[in-house]
């Protein structure tokens, strides 16, 4: 199956700071998604991004296919951005997402 | 999006035993997925699960064990067999209501086995 690595699995901020966290996949995927894992455990997706650059307030992503990699940016990180971001493709076709371990982000006011 | 609930939301229960989670949607829905979340852990898809057909399962999971029902396209069902503490773990279904692939997610239940 596809693999999906994130990095840093473990990132500390301080409230206002930016960060950017990666996404490294295996193979071509023309699904992926970014999820984000709140300190209560509720999934809320943030971006379904299989190319290209989005954007969502503080939040954007940006895909790059062809090198089988995404970035998701946080600017003028807050407290509440504090949790898990996941990483999730699949491909072509098939709709089964395979997740990376995560990025755990501790935002520290 | 989709609005999703699960229930139970949290269980403690003993060895042995099984337990019956729901995933119930706003809208209906074609594809509904079950996935667990052991503790620290990331996500895992346990199987697809589409409505008028058998559920689809992912390596290492098996329907002795997690027998799902899929009796409608706002409904679900996803049992935990014979439970044993390895299966202490949260539960999720997920939904894909719309016409890209995006995907939402249920809060969980929270799965305790002793």
């Known amino acids: 199956g596809i693999q999906v690595e994130q990095s840093p699995p473990d990132l500390i901020l301080q409230e206002g700071a930016n960060s950017t966290l990666r996404c490294n996949f295996s193979?071509?995927?023309?699904?992926l998604q970014w999820f984000h894992q709140n300190p209560w455990g509720q999934l809320i997706n943030l971006f379904y991004?299989?190319?290209g650059t989005k954007q969502n307030g503080r939040l954007s992503a940006t895909t790059v296919a062809t090198e089988r990699y995404s970035l998701l940016y946080i600017s003028s990180s807050q407290t509440t951005d504090s949790g898990v971001y996941f990483c999730?493709?699949?491909?072509?076709?098939?709709?089964?997402?395979?997740f990376g371990k995560g990025n755990q982000v501790v935002v520290i006011p | 999006s989709a609005v999703i609930s699960q229930k139970p939301s949290r269980d403690i229960c003993q060895r042995g035993t099984s337990l019956t989670i729901q995933c119930q949607v706003d809208?209906?829905?074609?594809?509904m997925f079950w996935y667990r979340q052991q503790p620290g852990q990331s996500l895992t898809l346990i199987a697809t699960?589409?409505?008028?057909?058998?559920?689809?399962?992912e390596s290492g999971f098996v329907i002795d064990k997690f027998p799902i029902s899929r009796p409608n396209l706002t409904f679900s069902t996803l049992t935990v067999s014979n439970m044993s503490p390895e299966d202490s773990s949260i539960y999720l279904c997920?939904?894909?209501?719309?016409?890209?692939?995006?995907?939402?997610f249920g809060p969980g239940t929270r799965l305790l086995v002793l």
């Open positions: 999730a493709v699949a491909r072509y076709g098939n709709n089964r997402l395979a």
């Open positions: 699960a589409n409505q008028g057909s058998e559920a689809t399962y």
């Open positions: 997920s939904v894909e209501p719309g016409s890209d692939e995006t995907q939402y």
């Open positions: 809208s209906q829905v074609t594809m």
């Open positions: 991004i299989p190319s």
């Open positions: 193979d071509s995927v023309n699904n």
